[in-house]
């Protein structure tokens, strides 16, 4: 059938469809069944067989209890061993060991105390390298020559048979202050029979007391006091026993605001400590030590003083305390109020500028509710500085036979009665010495009146204050340069070597911490040649120069000498040029802590008549 045909037939259909006349016979329902029909929810696959795990588990706990079984069982055997060896179920154990100290249980400081330590061996063997270690009293000391502190020793035995017993007698000189306890320990190192593991016991240690001091010490002084006033504290060391002591140490310490001015014996080191040679039966040795007290009002200072036999490592030093003791100041509220400054600084010490004169201004209230009559104020300048000073003041008088300045009712009007509350401003100019090393000076102001107005009443000081002032030191700086080799004057195009000397200066204080720095100009080459006390840095690229000059000695200096080569320009003929740039010095004064600084200008090649050189031979001349 071709494909005409073909369409002609659609075209039939197609027209029967649409057509309105045409009618097609009915066709019957079908009615759909009820029969119910079983259809599953899921694929119906076989479940997959899973393991149980439980087992597993199961074995798992099991080898837990199988590990920790064994371990309590090592622990409760270990345990079990050592309690049958050391609590005697061995044949050998510490308990069949006798371990006990005897001595007294009571001391007097100072005296000879003698122990015996008991050891037996109790066991059915042999104990080996028995050690007794004994740990003595503190403040413990031989009793024979040469004298040593004790501190711990160790005694060999050796061995011990089964049953054996060792006693082992002990002597020492325990020191110590009455009521103290002091306790002697000791300790039992062995080993046994065919074994290398070391054991140790213990013996109870041995307490007793000290129950009095072989010398007794006392301390007596004023109690009350007022700022800046001279007190003097007198100590009174006096033998407790029926021997002779000998090499005994006083030692005081004082407290801040006590400054020592001399005693009586002098010291024997430094300013506090004095040195009993012998100290017979009953015997007392008096010492007088005098100082000023100074601090605010009501503050309480405490000087304290213990008496002991001296080291025997350092004769200086204590090796122990026999007894203590003590005295207190308190500080009152002056009288007479003294303030003073020296160039308008109170706080001390003051530092002064080398040359510099001082100028003291001392202001002096009247606290009182009542009047001070005949008041004198003398003022007393000391140090090294004050040697050949110049000392003068307006509205007193210096003594330069006894180096004070006093004032008093004939110069100062108001001094005949400084009535309450009043103030009178005095000065005086101090122009010191300041040629000396660490030079310094201070000043210390009196004021002295009466309570009543009568001419024989007790004079009493009224009030004190003192302040120091120190000279800082100068530092300085020199410089020398010499021709080495090349044209001289210096040539264009050709270069000329110098070596240059720079050098440090300290004035009459020490100085720490001494740095100068410089440059070179960009036409001079540094040589890295050159000799100095200290360490030299040089940067090539900012071409600075360093040297660490550290610490000079007053009036003492140190030099640097380096080389320099000088590579003239044309633009620089008929000129001087500069060699080494300006430098600076800087340091610290090590007496008054303060910072100083110096500078010098640059140096140029100018060398003028040193050597067999004319004047003008730094200038740079044309190349030929």
């Known amino acids: ?316 030093i204590a090796g122990s305390s026999l007894t203590n003791s003590y005295t207190e100041f308190i500080i009152e509220r002056p009288f007479i109020n003294v303030l003073m400054s020296i160039n308008d600084q109170r706080q001390s010490p003051v530092v002064l500028q080398s040359q510099e004169s001082a100028k003291v201004d001392i202001e002096v209230t009247n606290t009182l509710d009542e009047s001070v009559y005949d008041m004198v104020v003398e003022v007393v300048p000391s140090g090294s500085a004050i040697s050949g000073a110049r000392i003068t003041s307006g509205s007193g008088f210096y003594d330069s036979n006894r180096n004070v300045v006093r004032f008093e009712p004939s110069t100062v009007s108001g001094f005949s009665q400084f009535l309450a509350g009043e103030t009178e401003s005095l000065d005086l100019t101090i122009e010191p010495q300041t040629n000396a090393s660490t030079a310094t000076f201070s000043v210390t102001v009196n004021v002295y009146g009466r309570r009543v107005n009568n001419p024989g009443a007790q004079e009493q000081l009224f009030g004190t204050t003192k302040i120091e002032a120190r000279y800082a030191s100068t530092i300085s700086l020199g410089s020398a340069v010499r021709h080495t080799s090349g044209p001289l004057p210096p040539v264009v195009g050709q270069d000329t070597q110098y070596q240059v000397t720079l050098t440090a200066r300290a004035g009459s204080n020490e100085i720490t911490g001494g740095v100068l720095r410089t440059t070179l100009p960009q036409y001079v080459t540094w040589q890295n040649s050159y000799q100095a006390d200290g360490a030299v840095e040089y940067n090539p690229v900012t071409r600075e120069l360093t040297w660490q000059v550290e610490d000079i000695s007053g009036g003492q200096s140190k030099d640097l000498r380096f080389a320099v080569s000088l590579l003239p320009s044309s633009s620089q003929v008929g000129t001087k040029p500069v060699l080494v740039g300006g430098q600076t010095f800087t340091a610290k004064d090590r007496f008054t802590n303060t910072e100083l600084q110096t500078s010098q200008q640059s140096i140029s090649t100018e060398i003028g008549s040193v050597g067999n050189f004319d004047e003008g031979s730094g200038t740079v001349q044309a190349s030929q």
Do not use: C
């Open 1 to 316: 059938m071709n494909q005409l045909d073909e369409q002609k037939k659609v075209e039939a259909l197609r027209q029967r469809l649409y057509s309105r006349g045409e009618k097609f016979d009915d066709i019957e329902r079908r009615d759909i069944g009820d029969v119910a029909v079983d259809v599953s929810r899921n694929w119906n696959l076989p479940q997959p067989k899973t393991e149980d795990v439980a087992d597993y588990r199961h074995s798992r706990r099991y080898r837990w209890f199988v590990l920790i079984g064994s371990f309590l069982f090592l622990l409760l055997t270990a345990v079990a061993t050592g309690f049958y060896m050391f609590s005697g179920g061995n044949q050998i154990s510490s308990a069949n060991i006798g371990f006990n100290i005897e001595a007294p249980t009571t001391l007097g400081g100072g005296e000879r105390f003698d122990a015996q330590i008991g050891v037996t061996n109790q066991n059915a063997v042999a104990i080996e390298s028995v050690t007794l270690i004994v740990t003595y009293p503190e403040d413990s000391q031989t009793v024979s020559e040469p004298i040593e502190n004790l501190y711990e020793e160790r005694i060999w035995i050796d061995r011990l048979e089964p049953g054996e017993s060792k006693n082992i007698s002990l002597s020492a000189v325990v020191y110590g202050e009455e009521g103290e306890e002091r306790q002697l320990r000791a300790q039992l190192e062995y080993r046994i029979v065919d074994s290398d593991s070391m054991f140790y016991k213990d013996a109870e240690p041995h307490t007793f007391r000290i129950t009095s001091s072989p010398v007794t010490l006392q301390v007596q002084s004023v109690r009350q006091v007022s700022a800046g006033q001279e007190v003097e504290v007198e100590l009174k060391v006096t033998s407790n026993t029926n021997s002779e002591y000998n090499n005994l140490l006083v030692t005081a310490n004082y407290p801040r605001g006590f400054a020592y001015k001399n005693a009586e014996p002098s010291p024997s080191y430094n300013q506090n400590v004095w040195r009993i040679e012998s100290l017979k039966p009953e015997e007392t040795k008096t010492i007088k030590v005098r100082g000023t007290v100074t601090g605010l009002a009501n503050e309480a200072l405490r000087l304290s003083v213990s008496v002991g036999p001296s080291d025997p490592s350092n004769q200086f």
